[in-house]
């Protein structure tokens, strides 16, 4: 099973891959991959996917409860700022910087005089591969993006060649990657507590019985 999970998981960043030079192969050299492009809309789709599926193994383990929903949160938060210029667009100016700060108020509330909870339910966290996932995912979208997409670095590199596409499509492509395995962290958290919840409830009926 698990070797057939691996093979799914390969076959998905793969498609991710191949979507994300569709608008390479459609547009040539006037391809932006901007806020407005499929990679863009990727990134969403699984932001937004991701915060669901913590969500839900939030509900189906009592340990990881606590650190689920605190991952749930910061992808909530990370979704509403990729849709930062459909807000800023549709809503108001600012808007996802509010949105941000009323998911992070409302992760303090749950959290204050629950430290220990929280702490004792992150470190249940780290103990699961899903953690090593996401920390990889994590840190692939918030630094090695950020450092591979630097202008200058880009500028350097190609000199009177520089091409600002080729800059977007590797933050960008890094960045969608980030977010691939972060979806892939989630569903693997979602088994695991769907197998914790099973267990627990073979384990109930065995003591009743």
């Given at each position: 099973?698990?070797?057939?999970?691996?093979?799914?998981?390969?076959?998905?960043?793969?498609?991710?891959?191949?979507?994300?030079?569709?608008?390479?192969?459609?547009?040539?050299?006037?391809?932006?991959?901007?806020?407005?492009?499929?990679?863009?809309?990727?990134?969403?789709?699984?932001?937004?996917?991701?915060?669901?599926?913590?969500?839900?193994?939030?509900?189906?383990?009592?340990?990881?409860?606590?650190?689920?929903?605190?991952?749930?949160?910061?992808?909530?938060?990370?979704?509403?700022?990729?849709?930062?210029?459909?807000?800023?667009?549709?809503?108001?100016?600012?808007?996802?910087?509010?949105?941000?700060?009323?998911?992070?108020?409302?992760?303090?509330?749950?959290?204050?005089?629950?430290?220990?909870?929280?702490?004792?339910?992150?470190?249940?966290?780290?103990?699961?591969?899903?953690?090593?996932?996401?920390?990889?995912?994590?840190?692939?979208?918030?630094?090695?993006?950020?450092?591979?997409?630097?202008?200058?670095?880009?500028?350097?590199?190609?000199?009177?060649?520089?091409?600002?596409?080729?800059?977007?499509?590797?933050?960008?492509?890094?960045?969608?990657?980030?977010?691939?395995?972060i979806l892939i962290a989630?569903?693997e958290l979602v088994l695991?507590?769907l197998k914790r919840s099973?267990?627990?409830?073979?384990?109930?009926?065995?003591?009743?019985?």
């Amino acid at each position: 099973m698990f070797i057939l999970r691996g093979f799914i998981y390969l076959l998905a960043v793969v498609g991710v891959a191949q979507l994300i030079s569709l608008e390479g192969y459609a547009s040539l050299s006037n391809a932006s991959y901007n806020e407005h492009s499929l990679t863009e809309y990727m990134q969403d789709i699984m932001a937004f996917s991701s915060c669901v599926l913590f969500f839900y193994a939030a509900r189906l383990d009592k340990k990881l409860s606590m650190a689920a929903t605190l991952l749930a949160g910061l992808m909530a938060m990370m979704f509403v700022r990729e849709s930062d210029s459909l807000l800023d667009t549709y809503v108001f100016d600012g808007a996802w910087q509010l949105i941000v700060g009323l998911i992070l108020a409302y992760l303090v509330v749950l959290t204050w005089g629950r430290f220990i909870e929280a702490y004792e339910s992150l470190k249940e966290y780290s103990l699961q591969a899903s953690f090593g996932i996401f920390i990889g995912g994590f840190v692939a979208i918030l630094a090695f993006s950020r450092l591979m997409g630097r202008g200058a670095f880009w500028q350097a590199v190609m000199g009177d060649s520089y091409m600002r596409v080729v800059k977007n499509i590797v933050e960008e492509g890094v960045e969608t990657f980030g977010y691939s395995l972060i979806l892939i962290a989630a569903i693997e958290l979602v088994l695991v507590c769907l197998k914790r919840s099973r267990q627990e409830k073979e384990i109930y009926h065995a003591q009743s019985v």
